[in-house]
């Protein structure tokens, strides 16, 4: 999974910490999230999106490279 | 008493709330408030099993007089790990598996040693420093692997 995290933030020239100000997690977890060394939980992942004042898919890309169920 | 101290330890296990009124363990000022308290209670008395000389349930008393501090400590360490966010929580469980792992294969072989009388009679408080070691060791590298 990608995400837009990173592009999001400087547009708005936030920096993690500021970030993670907003979303109540530590500068540590924006930081592991922006390098897609870790995949935030759902209710991470909508506070990180409301931060923006975007949905979860306008921040969070699911990449599958089979097609589920097909 | 026992139903005292289950109230205690189910409020102090409780996680952080902002509108709560903050207690006097609160943060790392109060752990180590806590920490130096069940300390000095360990201390005495194993100064006091060591020197003093006491009758069979005497002893056993003061043998487990560092219990409740420890239990208090417990709780204590579980309120910051619930107060932590999920990565931080990710980040110590890894540490927690590879500290848990590494006693259990150092407990198996040491076992083994004994067995071909290779080593001495171990003290079992040197397990848990073992397990605090590997424990550190776990979380450089779970913080390494997520930066």
């Known amino acids: 999974m990608k995400n837009r995290l990173r592009v999001l933030r400087a547009e708005r020239d936030w920096t993690q910490a500021h970030l993670a100000s907003l979303v109540g997690v530590s500068r540590q977890a924006i930081v592991a999230v922006e390098n897609g060394k870790y995949e935030p939980g759902l209710s991470l992942a909508f506070r990180l999106a409301r931060a923006f004042g975007k949905t979860v898919e306008d921040v969070f890309v699911w990449e599958d490279s089979e097609p589920a169920g097909v | 008493m026992y139903k005292l101290l289950l109230v205690m330890l189910t409020r102090l296990t409780e996680p952080d709330r902002r509108t709560r009124a903050r207690g006097v363990f609160e943060g790392a000022r109060g752990f180590v408030l806590a920490l130096a308290a069940a300390s000095v209670v360990d201390a005495s008395a194993a100064w006091a099993l060591e020197a003093l000389t006491l009758t069979f349930p005497s002893r056993i008393l003061v043998a487990l007089a ?20 999920e990565f931080q929580r990710r980040v110590h469980l890894d540490a927690v598996v590879i500290a848990f792992l590494a006693t259990g294969v150092a407990a198996f072989i040491y076992g083994y040693l004994r067995k071909a009388a290779a080593v001495p009679p171990l003290n079992a ?18 913080a390494r692997h997520y930066r």
């Open chain 2, 125 to 142: 408080v040197h397990v848990w420093i073992f397990m605090s070691v590997t424990y550190g060791i776990g979380y450089a590298i779970a």
């Open chain 2, 66 to 85: 560092p219990l409740p501090g420890n239990l208090a400590l417990i709780a204590l360490v579980l309120r910051r790990v619930r107060a932590l966010d």
